[in-house]
């Protein structure tokens, strides 16, 4: 395995990864969406926020 293959395979961010990164992209307007799509959307966002928020409180507060 030649050494760039090795890097790409270790910063490969497979589906969950790729979700993180289309979420918070902006939709595409020639794709048709309903109103639950876009909420859903709205409420993951929100949570992967809140989510980081803690993570970074919590290492906050382990550390000092």
């Known amino acids: ?4 293959s090795k ?4 910063f490969k961010l497979g ?8 979420v ?3 939709p595409d307007p020639n794709k048709t969406t309903n109103f639950n799509l876009r909420m859903m959307h709205g409420i993951n966002k929100i949570s992967i926020i ?15």
């Open 1 to 4: 395995m030649s050494e760039n």
């Open 7 to 10: 890097v790409k395979e270790f």
């Open 15 to 22: 589906e969950v990864g790729n979700y993180f990164l289309n």
């Open 24 to 26: 918070f992209k902006k």
């Open 50 to 64: 809140v989510f980081l928020f803690a993570v970074i409180v919590w290492t906050i507060k382990r550390f000092i």
